[in-house]
């Protein structure tokens, strides 16, 4: 997106500080949407990058969470700042409705099972778990993130 240019999205992130409030607020927007994208609908693309989806996760959860502040801040009464304290709360649970739909699609490879796992072990996403137990595998290791 050109919001982010050629930077990370942790530096766009903290870049994003630097900025006015307008485009603070449409980095940080920007920063926390194609988090959501990343590791709900692409997380095999992940697997190049030094970091995982529970990087994206906290990443993404950061970028609602300031986002809500900043209008708080402004004592807001918009509605957007509900809707971006709502999307920092249920940020996982966004993820694995992603992730369900991109496993419908085949968006994402279910043969790598250690990444799988690991993924699972580091988030504790439900969808994750499930393809472990469709393959036999009894994950042991509590979540982080979700209940199942």
């Not at 766009?12 to 990343?38: E, H, P, Q, S």
């Not at 995982?52 to 959860?61: A, S, V």
């Not at 085949?106 to 393959?135: A, C, H, M, P």
Request: proline share 1%; hydrophobic share 40%.
């Amino acid at each position: 997106t050109e919001i982010i240019g050629d930077d990370s999205l942790g530096e766009a992130f903290m870049r994003a500080f630097t900025k006015d409030l307008l485009g603070k607020v449409k980095t940080l927007k920007a920063v926390g949407d194609l988090c959501l994208i990343y590791s709900g609908f692409f997380p095999d693309k992940l697997n190049r990058k030094l970091v995982d989806i529970d990087y994206f996760i906290k990443l993404g959860q950061i970028s609602f969470l300031t986002l809500y502040r900043i209008y708080n801040t402004m004592n807001s009464v918009s509605d957007l700042k509900n809707l971006y304290f709502e999307v920092y709360k249920e940020f996982v649970k966004i993820v694995t409705v992603m992730l369900e739909i991109a496993r419908k699609f085949k968006l994402f490879n279910e043969d790598n099972l250690l990444k799988i796992y690991e993924r699972w072990q580091k988030t504790g996403i439900s969808v994750l778990y499930n393809i472990l137990r469709e393959r036999q595998i009894i994950p042991v290791q509590g979540s982080v993130y979700e209940s199942h």
